[in-house]
């Protein structure tokens, strides 16, 4: 519906919006991408697992060390704990994520089916808060422990000593260099660093698990003080359930899987309603993903416990948040071992980029639709700059302290956890399926459990995940209020009817009456053109025809607007609107009328009754309220030149 000519933007303007027309159509934003990929495009489900498994792979490079804090000498069996609760648990529940939200927008977009109006958009605001703070902090969490194995390689500890923090900014700053660039190639580099990776680290598990063999001692003193410390095994399994929450670290990965799902190749006869190959190949990526990590967790926490000395897993350590890098150069030398740092540098900078095509993903799918971002969050470039200076700052506040990121990290991912399965239980209980009703209630308890823990040892998480939930939910309402008078009208389609309605007074003046309907009964519509005649000095030759508008959920901000003819009492003509807003409705129709008709139409109103203020927060909570000048406002905002705007008359 186009309404005014704008000038044509500026050459960096145009290319920070590139590709915002496109987003948010069809199966809505596809990813972090200028120009989303057409439709079933994409990249075999092992080469999509590398994408993911940066962030979930790359958590060996602090896992180890943050699990041998949190358990100490229990560090092998809390992390058996993890596994079982892992396979068991996450991956059951992001396989039926992954049929139930094929198009990436995850359980945040399931439980958003569940509730309506305000409270569904403030819960979704919850969950992108906490969203935000599981996929910010993997990209400071990464990008500080990358600074750290930078740090304390040998060959270059004096050079940059206490440099940290500076090198995680520069760190964060190319990984939102290359975003701006374009990031959908750079899967192919995923695949490389993945390979890399996971070849050099199968290196350090073999060769630590030959120490372990030929020096059997260790196992002997580990059991020995892991007996006298704790006794036997049943409290071993009891407190290692206590202290799991702090091992959360370990399922981060899941929702970026299912992030990722547009990505994924699928079938050649996937179609975007009923993609089944899409969502039989990202199961089989978050199976191989978690049977690969479960495999490499256990075995590196056994190697590192009974390998490195405690001591050393402790703030300033040689091996705290750089474990399997302290034994790649302690047995393999310094040369594999730089080797090694290079290796995980490199992955735990790409980390970020998982991260950031989660946030990508999801943040520009529901803000903008809510009204709660300017409309240019669509794009991905802007959205890079502001997340990348919101990493700036993190960095910053925890000093690219990698512990000290622990526990907010632990609790975003935690909470999509809990949600998830929440949301998968409820899913499963409306299928009627009961056995997998009880399964899927038990793992949500386990993780909301988890959660709870989580959050009583570890405060600060849930602080921090506050912080961003406050944020978000500050910007997203006065980014509503700023565009509380936008015409919010997608498109707008009148039925036979209407239009012949249109046709018939598109000859003469086109008056129309904007009614709030009550009984519809012939007196109200009487009453209403002879209030209306006497109000405006209306000649009684002149005809009208009404104009209603019924509000639906007056929380969504963005709707196509359908128009229905109607004649009631075999002489009124009526067109009745549902939309969220009756003021932004009304101005819609008047410019498509002006526009299909080459005519000004003209709408009359009666003004509402009560306290201006009061009126304006009922339009912008409920979508009703003083609508005579907040038409007229919306009108003006949408066409700035006078003689072409629709006239608004109220008396």
């Given at each position: 519906?186009?309404?005014?000519?704008?000038?044509?933007?500026?050459?960096?303007?145009?290319?920070?919006?590139?590709?915002?027309?496109?987003?948010?159509?069809?199966?809505?934003?596809?990813?972090?991408?200028?120009?989303?990929?057409?439709?079933?495009?994409?990249?075999?489900?092992?080469?999509?697992?590398?994408?993911?498994?940066?962030?979930?792979?790359?958590?060996?490079?602090?896992?180890?060390?943050?699990?041998?804090?949190?358990?100490?000498?229990?560090?092998?069996?809390?992390?058996?704990?993890?596994?079982?609760?892992?396979?068991?648990?996450?991956?059951?529940?992001?396989?039926?994520?992954?049929?139930?939200?094929?198009?990436?927008?995850?359980?945040?977009?399931?439980?958003?089916?569940?509730?309506?109006?305000?409270?569904?958009?403030?819960?979704?605001?919850?969950?992108?808060?906490?969203?935000?703070?599981?996929?910010?902090?993997?990209?400071?969490?990464?990008?500080?422990?990358?600074?750290?194995?930078?740090?304390?390689?040998?060959?270059?500890?004096?050079?940059?000593?206490?440099?940290?923090?500076?090198?995680?900014?520069?760190?964060?700053?190319?990984?939102?260099?290359?975003?701006?660039?374009?990031?959908?190639?750079?899967?192919?580099?995923?695949?490389?660093?993945?390979?890399?990776?996971?070849?050099?680290?199968?290196?350090?598990?073999?060769?630590?698990?030959?120490?372990?063999?030929?020096?059997?001692?260790?196992?002997?003193?580990?059991?020995?003080?892991?007996?006298?410390?704790?006794?036997?095994?049943?409290?071993?399994?009891?407190?290692?359930?206590?202290?799991?929450?702090?091992?959360?670290?370990?399922?981060?990965?899941?929702?970026?899987?299912?992030?990722?799902?547009?990505?994924?190749?699928?079938?050649?006869?996937?179609?975007?309603?009923?993609?089944?190959?899409?969502?039989?190949?990202?199961?089989?990526?978050?199976?191989?993903?978690?049977?690969?990590?479960?495999?490499?967790?256990?075995?590196?926490?056994?190697?590192?416990?009974?390998?490195?000395?405690?001591?050393?897993?402790?703030?300033?350590?040689?091996?705290?948040?750089?474990?399997?890098?302290?034994?790649?150069?302690?047995?393999?030398?310094?040369?594999?071992?730089?080797?090694?740092?290079?290796?995980?540098?490199?992955?735990?900078?790409?980390?970020?980029?998982?991260?950031?095509?989660?946030?990508?993903?999801?943040?520009?799918?529901?803000?903008?639709?809510?009204?709660?971002?300017?409309?240019?969050?669509?794009?991905?470039?802007?959205?890079?700059?502001?997340?990348?200076?919101?990493?700036?700052?993190?960095?910053?506040?925890?000093?690219?302290?990698?512990?000290?990121?622990?526990?907010?990290?632990?609790?975003?991912?935690?909470?999509?956890?809990?949600?998830?399965?929440?949301?998968?239980?409820?899913?499963?209980?409306?299928?009627?399926?009961?056995?997998?009703?009880?399964?899927?209630?038990?793992?949500?308890?386990?993780?909301?459990?988890?959660?709870?823990?989580?959050?009583?040892?570890?405060?600060?998480?849930?602080?921090?995940?506050?912080?961003?939930?406050?944020?978000?939910?500050?910007?997203?309402?006065?980014?509503?209020?700023?565009?509380?008078?936008?015409?919010?009208?997608?498109?707008?389609?009148?039925?036979?009817?209407?239009?012949?309605?249109?046709?018939?007074?598109?000859?003469?003046?086109?008056?129309?009456?904007?009614?709030?309907?009550?009984?519809?009964?012939?007196?109200?519509?009487?009453?209403?053109?002879?209030?209306?005649?006497?109000?405006?000095?209306?000649?009684?030759?002149?005809?009208?025809?009404?104009?209603?508008?019924?509000?639906?959920?007056?929380?969504?901000?963005?709707?196509?607007?359908?128009?229905?003819?109607?004649?009631?009492?075999?002489?009124?003509?009526?067109?009745?609107?549902?939309?969220?807003?009756?003021?932004?409705?009304?101005?819609?129709?008047?410019?498509?009328?002006?526009?299909?008709?080459?005519?000004?139409?003209?709408?009359?109103?009666?003004?509402?009754?009560?306290?201006?203020?009061?009126?304006?927060?009922?339009?912008?909570?409920?979508?009703?309220?003083?609508?005579?000048?907040?038409?007229?406002?919306?009108?003006?905002?949408?066409?700035?030149?006078?003689?072409?705007?629709?006239?608004v008359h109220a008396g």
């Amino acid at each position: 519906m186009a309404t005014t000519e704008h000038p044509s933007p500026g050459r960096l303007r145009a290319w920070m919006l590139e590709g915002l027309s496109d987003m948010g159509k069809g199966g809505g934003h596809q990813g972090p991408h200028a120009v989303p990929e057409p439709v079933h495009k994409g990249r075999p489900w092992y080469r999509v697992m590398c994408l993911t498994g940066v962030d979930y792979f790359s958590t060996l490079g602090y896992q180890p060390g943050i699990a041998a804090l949190a358990a100490g000498l229990l560090s092998p069996v809390a992390t058996i704990v993890l596994v079982v609760v892992t396979l068991a648990g996450a991956l059951p529940v992001y396989r039926r994520v992954a049929e139930e939200s094929p198009h990436g927008e995850g359980s945040i977009s399931m439980l958003e089916r569940l509730l309506s109006f305000w409270k569904g958009k403030l819960f979704v605001l919850t969950l992108l808060g906490f969203a935000a703070t599981d996929f910010l902090i993997t990209i400071t969490l990464s990008a500080a422990d990358a600074s750290t194995h930078l740090v304390e390689n040998p060959h270059l500890t004096d050079a940059l000593h206490d440099k940290q923090v500076l090198i995680t900014l520069i760190l964060v700053a190319l990984l939102g260099a290359v975003f701006l660039k374009g990031f959908l190639e750079a899967i192919g580099v995923a695949v490389a660093l993945v390979g890399v990776y996971l070849a050099l680290n199968a290196v350090v598990v073999a060769v630590g698990l030959w120490h372990v063999a030929t020096e059997a001692h260790v196992v002997t003193d580990w059991s020995n003080a892991l007996t006298a410390e704790h006794g036997n095994v049943f409290v071993m399994v009891g407190v290692a359930l206590i202290v799991f929450p702090k091992l959360a670290l370990g399922l981060s990965g899941f929702e970026t899987g299912v992030a990722v799902m547009p990505h994924v190749k699928g079938d050649p006869g996937d179609t975007e309603e009923r993609p089944t190959g899409r969502i039989r190949d990202t199961k089989k990526l978050l199976t191989v993903a978690a049977l690969i990590m479960s495999c490499f967790l256990i075995a590196t926490s056994f190697i590192t416990t009974l390998l490195i000395p405690e001591k050393e897993f402790e703030p300033g350590g040689a091996a705290n948040g750089r474990a399997l890098a302290f034994l790649a150069h302690d047995y393999l030398g310094n040369i594999f071992g730089t080797v090694y740092d290079v290796s995980t540098i490199a992955i735990l900078w790409f980390a970020g980029a998982s991260a950031m095509a989660g946030l990508l993903n999801l943040m520009p799918r529901y803000l903008p639709r809510y009204g709660m971002a300017p409309h240019w969050a669509r794009a991905v470039r802007p959205m890079v700059i502001v997340f990348t200076l919101i990493a700036f700052l993190v960095t910053w506040i925890f000093d690219a302290d990698v512990d000290a990121q622990g526990g907010a990290y632990a609790t975003g991912v935690l909470v999509l956890i809990s949600s998830a399965a929440i949301a998968v239980t409820i899913a499963a209980h409306k299928a009627g399926q009961r056995k997998a009703t009880i399964g899927f209630a038990v793992i949500s308890a386990v993780f909301l459990y988890t959660t709870v823990v989580n959050v009583i040892e570890r405060p600060d998480g849930v602080k921090i995940g506050a912080c961003f939930i406050a944020g978000i939910i500050l910007v997203s309402l006065l980014s509503r209020l700023a565009r509380a008078f936008e015409l919010r009208v997608t498109s707008v389609t009148l039925d036979p009817l209407a239009e012949r309605f249109v046709r018939d007074m598109a000859s003469r003046k086109i008056r129309f009456i904007a009614n709030e309907p009550d009984q519809r009964d012939r007196a109200e519509y009487r009453d209403k053109i002879e209030q209306i005649r006497q109000d405006n000095d209306v000649p009684e030759q002149e005809d009208f025809v009404f104009v209603e508008v019924t509000v639906l959920d007056p929380s969504e901000f963005e709707a196509g607007l359908t128009v229905r003819g109607e004649v009631l009492h075999s002489r009124y003509r009526v067109l009745t609107l549902e939309s969220s807003s009756i003021p932004n409705a009304l101005a819609a129709l008047l410019l498509h009328v002006r526009d299909t008709t080459g005519r000004t139409p003209h709408i009359y109103f009666e003004w509402t009754e009560g306290n201006p203020f009061t009126n304006f927060l009922r339009f912008f909570l409920f979508g009703q309220g003083e609508v005579a000048p907040v038409t007229r406002e919306v009108l003006r905002e949408a066409e700035r030149d006078r003689t072409r705007r629709p006239r608004v008359h109220a008396g």
